[in-house]
T-cell receptor, first 112, second 114 residues
Framework: GEDVEQSLFLSVREGDSSVINCTYTDSSSTYLYWYKQEPGAGLQLLTYIFSNMDMKQDQRLTVLLNKKDKHLSLRIADTQTGDSAIYFCAESYTGTASKLTFGTGTRLQVTL | EAGVAQSPRYKIIEKRQSVAFWCNPISGHATLYWYQQILGQGPKLLIQFQNNGVVDDSQLPKDRFSAERLKGVDSTLKIQPAKLEDSAVYLC????????????FGPGTRLTVT
C-alpha cells in the first residue's frame, strides 16, 4: 500500500543546514517530490527526483534517495528565515493516473 | 502566465448545508486535480480529470461529493450535505499532462463546517 511518513517538526538556526527526512512504502514509486507550503498558500514544487537517481542538487537544495531503504531526504543549505514553512514529500508512479501521495508534512522553523 | 485560480477562498457553513467550490486551471492544462487537506495532514486526492473525463475518483465520497469539468476547462466541486469532518482546505491543481508533468496548485478554499 501507499504510505509516506515524515517527522512533524524541525527547528534550525539561520545559516545552518536543514535536513528533512521522509520514508515511503510503495516500491513502484517512479517520482519523488518535495513541496513547500507557506501559511495560507498553495503548494509549491521545490524539486523532484526520479527513482533511478541517487542524488539531485539544485542551488541550495540537495535531494538524496536511498531506494533500498525507501528513504528520501531534503537538505537545505544556509537556511534562511524565508525557508520557514511546511515541507511535504510526495510520491507518484507510472500509470494511467498520476496522483500524488503526500506525507504528513514537516514544519521547519528557522530561528535567528 | 496566470496561476490556478480558486474561489471562494473561505467558506463557513452549517452541517447538512451544501457548498460548491470553483477552479480555473492554467490555460492549456489538460489535467485537473482536486485534493482535500485536513488540518495537520498532507493533501489527499479526491478526483482527477483528463480534459472532461474522470481518470481517478476512487477516494471521492460519492454519496455526498460530486465534481464536474464541463468543456474540459473550469471545474466545480460540490458537497451536499456537508458533515463536520469535511472541514478542510480544498486544493485544485492542474498540469499539462499526467505522468511526469508538474502539478501547479491554487491557493485553496478553506471550508469550515459548524
Amino acid at each position: 500500500g501507499e504510505d509516506v511518513e515524515q517527522s512533524l517538526f524541525l527547528s534550525v538556526r539561520e545559516g545552518d543546514s536543514s535536513v528533512i527526512n521522509c520514508t515511503y512504502t510503495d516500491s513502484s514509486s517512479t517520482y519523488l517530490y518535495w513541496y513547500k507550503q507557506e501559511p495560507g498558500a498553495g503548494l509549491q514544487l521545490l524539486t523532484y527526483i526520479f527513482s533511478n537517481m541517487d542524488m539531485k542538487q539544485d542551488q541550495r537544495l540537495t535531494v538524496l534517495l536511498n531506494k533500498k531503504d525507501k528513504h528520501l531526504s531534503l537538505r537545505i543549505a544556509d537556511t534562511q528565515t524565508g525557508d520557514s514553512a511546511i515541507y511535504f514529500c510526495a510520491e507518484s508512479y507510472t500509470g494511467t493516473a498520476s496522483k500524488l501521495t503526500f506525507g504528513t508534512g514537516t514544519r521547519l522553523q528557522v530561528t535567528l | 502566465e496566470a496561476g490556478v485560480a480558486q474561489s471562494p477562498r473561505y467558506k463557513i457553513i452549517e452541517k447538512r448545508q451544501s457548498v460548491a467550490f470553483w477552479c480555473n486551471p492554467i490555460s492549456g492544462h489538460a489535467t485537473l486535480y482536486w485534493y482535500q487537506q485536513i488540518l495537520g495532514q498532507g493533501p489527499k486526492l479526491l478526483i482527477q480529470f483528463q480534459n472532461n473525463g474522470v481518470v481517478d475518483d476512487s477516494q471521492l465520497p460519492k454519496d455526498r461529493f460530486s465534481a464536474e469539468r464541463l468543456k474540459g476547462v473550469d471545474s466545480t466541486l460540490k458537497i451536499q450535505p456537508a458533515k463536520l469532518e469535511d472541514s478542510a482546505v480544498y486544493l485544485c491543481a492542474s498540469s499539462r499532462g499526467t505522468v511526469g508533468y508538474e502539478q501547479y496548485f491554487g491557493p485553496g478554499t478553506r471550508l469550515t463546517v459548524t
